[in-house]
Every structure is written in structure tokens, then in C-alpha cells.
T-cell receptor, first 119, second 110 residues
């Protein structure tokens, strides 16, 4: 199977600071990566879709200036939560879609998630 | 807009029982449907992926079925064990990225 990693796995920060989360596809190239957010006892909600070398597409209600996404290479996407507030505390999960391969070309593979706590 | 519903929201069963988790989706134009397991505070573990052309997939004690025309899928777990306790998420892939249901929280009591 394809492996997606996230770093860090857990971060605690003060209100007003910025936090960067990295998502890497370790053994495959991913033209497209997705960022999801999950609040306690809720399902995963898609925040944005990022394509390598172009601007991310944000879902309705997600502030693009607050959640900066950079997809600079075929194996790395980053999510930066700027001027974090306590309400941004959540579980952030990235997903990568393999660009080639028969049968599962459109399968999304998920990272282990990053727990963000803003004090 | 695709919507995914999972019933029940929570389920508690004694060890050894067979059980069925249900998933329904509103737009039948999907490429595939996937079942995931999520343990508390953890990421997702993919259990089964069913392509739109398939009717079911099996892995060990798990069997997932798909009826695309009616917008339904079921996840059957045979001979449940306490280690099966987790939240089970159903997600569908259409023209958009994966859309998730809210999950079913399963507790298997020893």
C-alpha cells in the first residue's frame, strides 16, 4: 500500500502563533492532496484540495488566508494555520491521491493526523 | 451535493455476535466506496474499498456490499471481538474528493 506521513503528530501552541503541518507521500507521487479537519466525535470535513504547482481550492466556509496551503512538490504539501485561535483546535488529516496505477488510480491514502491544541 | 449517512450512530454488542453497519449516500454517481476504521485520537485505517462496478469485497471477518443504484452499502463483521471496538467510517468517491459519513461507534463487550 501507499504510505502518507504527517509531521508533527501533535502540537500545542499559544493563541496568535502560526503552526505548519507537513504531509508527505513516501512511496508514490501525488499530484493532488487533500486536507481534512475533524472535530471531536464528528466526521472528517474537507477543507481544501491542493494540486502540485497551483493554488489550492478551498471548500465553502474555509478561510484561505487563515489556512495557507502549499503543494510545492509531488510528495509534499503543507498546511499553515496562521494566527491560531482556540477554536482552531482540531485533528487535521491529510490525504494524497496517487497519480498513476491501475485499479486504484483514484484511491486516496491518508496520513495519521495531527492533533492541534491552541491555548 | 453528496451526503453520506451512517446508521446507527452507536452500537454496543456482546463479543461473538455478527453485526451489520449501514451506510447510505444520496448521489449514486460514484467511483468507489470505502470503509475505514478509526481508533480514538488516531488516524484512519482503510478496511475495504469497493469499486463502483463491484458488488462486494471481503477481508477476513469483514464483508462490505455495495448497491450503487439504491445508494447503500453495508459492512458485515462476523464473530465480533473486543478489538473491533472503534468508529467505522463510510466514505464515497465521486467527482469530488472522498465524502465521509459521521461514523458508527462500535463497542464490543467481552
Amino acid at each position: 500500500g501507499a504510505v502518507v506521513s504527517q509531521h508533527p503528530s501533535r502540537v500545542i501552541c499559544k493563541s496568535g502563533t502560526s503552526v505548519k503541518i507537513e504531509c508527505r507521500s513516501l512511496d508514490f507521487q501525488a499530484t493532488t492532496m487533500f486536507w481534512y479537519r475533524q472535530f471531536p466525535k464528528q466526521s472528517l470535513m474537507l477543507m481544501a484540495t491542493s494540486n502540485e504547482g497551483s493554488k489550492a481550492t478551498y471548500e465553502q466556509g474555509v478561510e484561505k488566508d487563515k489556512f495557507l496551503i502549499n503543494h510545492a512538490s509531488l510528495t509534499l504539501s503543507t498546511l499553515t494555520v496562521t494566527s491560531a485561535h482556540p477554536e482552531d483546535s482540531s485533528f487535521y488529516i491529510c490525504s494524497a491521491r496517487r497519480t498513476s496505477g491501475s485499479g486504484a488510480y483514484n484511491e486516496q491514502f491518508f496520513g495519521p493526523g495531527t492533533r492541534l491544541t491552541v491555548l | 451535493k453528496q451526503e453520506v449517512t451512517q446508521i446507527p450512530a452507536a452500537l454496543s454488542v456482546p463479543e461473538g455476535e455478527n453485526l451489520v453497519l449501514n451506510c447510505s449516500f444520496t448521489d449514486s454517481a460514484i467511483y468507489n466506496l470505502q470503509w475505514f476504521r478509526q481508533d480514538p485520537g488516531k488516524g484512519l485505517t482503510s478496511l475495504l474499498l469497493i469499486q463502483s462496478s463491484q458488488r462486494e469485497q471481503t477481508s477476513g471477518r469483514l464483508n462490505a456490499s455495495l448497491d450503487k443504484s439504491s445508494g447503500r452499502s453495508t459492512l458485515y463483521i462476523a464473530a465480533s471481538q473486543p478489538g473491533d471496538s472503534a468508529t467505522y467510517l463510510c466514505a464515497v468517491k465521486g467527482h469530488t474528493p472522498l465524502v465521509f459519513g459521521k461514523g458508527t461507534r462500535l463497542s464490543v463487550i467481552a
